[in-house]
C-alpha cells in the first residue's frame, strides 16, 4: 500500500465501472473514487459534496486543501455508534489534521482531544476545545509543557517512560496540582504496517516496554502529585486488520489485572488510534466493526465496565480531504514523462517522506488518451514527486485532486524553497468556507532579522 500502484484512479476517458454508486447509475459518468463517497464525477466534472473541485480551484487558487465536513462528521458517527451507550470519549489525535476549524467540528460533535505538544493544546483552546477532555500524548513533553497542561487541566497525561514520571511529579508538586496519569504501554505487537509510523513493537522508541510496565505503575502509585486514571497503547498508524488491536487489548487486559491485583485501580483503557484509510486498495475495517470487536472482547474479558478510549486521526479526516494543484507545464521525455503542478512536497510530504501512495484523479474529464507520467513538484529535489507512473490526461492549466490527502497533509506542509503554504477550505453541501487564509512570502520571513551593521 506504501508503493507506487499500476492501478489508476482516474484517466480522461474513465468510464470504468469502479466504485460506481447505484444512486448516480443515471449520469454515465459518474463515478465515486476509492475512499469517499463524497467525492465523485457528476457529469465529468469532479465534485466533493455538492462543489465543483475546479471551481473551489477557481475560487480560492491553489494548491489547495479542501476537506468535507460531512465527511469528517461521517467518519466519527462509525466510532459514536459502537461507544453509544457506554462510558467513553473519542480524542481525535489532532496532528493529522489540526486547523481549527476542523477542531471546532470535532469539539461541537462531542470529542476530546489528543495532543502532543503546547501548541496542539493552544490551538484546541483557541477552537473552543474543553481541556478537560484532552489527552496529552508524546514522549517528549517538556517540564513548561507539563505545567502548561496541569494549568489547562487537561485531563490525563499520558506518560512514556519512567524518567517523565519523575519529572511530571516534580512539576505537578511544583505547579500544586495533581497530574492524572495513564502509562503508554508498549505491547510489543506488531501492527504489520510501515516501519516509520509502527509504534507498538519493541524496537520503537515510544511507551513503557510491557515488562516494566507494573513496577512502572507501582512506582507512580507512590509518586507525590500523581494520579493514576488509566493505561493507553498506540500501536501504529494506517493499520488495516483487527488482529493487532486485539493483540494489544489482550495485554493490555492482562496488566490491568495485574496492577489492579497489587493494589492500584487503572480505570479507563485507551486503545490509541491508527485505523487505515483507503488509499488505493487497502480494505481496513470499518471504525463501528473494529470498535464493536474490541468491545465484545473487552466485555468477554469482564472490562465492560471501564471508561474507553480511542485516539483517531487519520480515519476521521483522511478520506474527507484532496489536495487541488494546477498543472504548469507537461515535460515529454525519451524515458519519461513529466507533468510539473504547483503542489509539492512542501505542500503534501507523504510521498517524498514514505513512498506512500496518494491516489490522484483530474477534476475535469478529457477526452483525449491518458498518458503514463510522474506528477512532481517545483520544488529542487528529485524526492519532490506526488505521484509516479500515472495515467491521467490533462493539459496545462487543469486542476488534478490528489485524493485522501485529509490526514498528515496540511498539518505536515512545510515552507521549503520559501513556499507559502496552502489555504484551506472547508464545504458542507454546496457552502464553502476559507478555513485558512493562504500564506505569504513577505510573513515566512517576518521573525527573522538582518544583522546589525
Ligand atoms: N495516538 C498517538 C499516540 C499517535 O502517535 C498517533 C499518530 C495517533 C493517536 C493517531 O494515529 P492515526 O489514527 O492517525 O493513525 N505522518 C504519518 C502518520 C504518523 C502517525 C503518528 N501518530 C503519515 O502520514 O502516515
Redesign the pocket.
Known sequence: MWTTRATELASSRCKRSFGRRASLFTDPYAMTLPGSPHIAYRDRELFIDACSLRELAARFGTPLYVYSRTAMLEALSGYQRALAGRDHLICY?M??NSNLAVLQTFAEAGCGF?IVSGGELERVLAAGGDAARVVF?GLGKTRAEMQQALLAGVMCFNVESEAELEVLSQVAVQTGKTARISLRVNPDVDAKTHPY?S?GLKGNKFGVAHERAVATYLRAATLPGLQVVGIDC?IG??ITEADPYLDALDRLLELIETVEARGVPVPHLDL????GITYTDEVPPAAEVLVSALLARIDARGHGHRKILF?????LVGNAGVLLTEVLYLKPGDTKNFCVVDAAMNDLM?PAM?G?YMGMAACRLRDDEPTLMDVVGPVCESGDWLGRDRRLAVLPGDVIAVLSAG??GMS?ASNYNTRPRAAEVMVSGDQAWLIREREQPAALFANERLLAR
Do not use: C, F, N, V
Open positions: 489525535a496532528k493529522a489528543d500524548s509510523i509504534t498506540h498508524s494506517q490509541g488510534g491508527g485505523l485516539e483517531p486521526g487519520r480515519s507523504r514514505y506512500a490526514a498528515y505536515m
